[in-house]
């Protein structure tokens, strides 16, 4: 059984930065895709940005691309988010989820196993 755990989130001004982590149990984490979803209140779940497994290969919706950044230490079993010039819109609770393979998804049916969520709150 694999598990994700979420951890980082909290409470931001616009502007703001903060980086989150997810910390993977499974001797094969580094072989599999991982990939960051948010739900905002009253909102569907939806795509934030995914890193693929072995070759780290990244990719990220547009509401995001420039200022979050995803990266993996597969050592360390751990994969990373980083959040720059944090918006209001940013608010939502964050969950990491593993691939079914190496590939990245956007599409929550790619993912298998997923974590508790860690929410973030970002203030105008």
């Known amino acids: 059984q694999v598990q994700l755990v979420e951890s980082g989130g909290g409470l931001v001004q616009a502007g703001g930065s903060l980086r989150l982590s997810c910390a993977a149990s499974g001797r094969t984490f580094g072989s599999y895709a991982v990939g960051w979803f948010r739900q905002a209140p009253g909102k569907e779940r939806e795509f934030v940005t995914a890193i693929s497994g072995n070759n780290s290969t990244t990719y990220s919706a547009d509401s995001v691309k420039g200022r979050f950044t995803i990266s993996r230490d597969n050592a360390r079993n751990t994969v990373f988010l980083q959040m720059n010039s944090l918006k209001p819109e940013d608010t939502a609770v964050y969950y990491c989820?593993?691939?079914?393979?190496?590939?990245?998804?956007?599409?929550?049916?790619?993912?298998?196993?997923w974590g508790q969520g860690t929410q973030v709150t970002v203030s105008s």
């Open positions: 989820a593993r691939s079914k393979s190496s590939r990245w998804s956007d599409k929550q049916y790619g993912y298998d196993y």
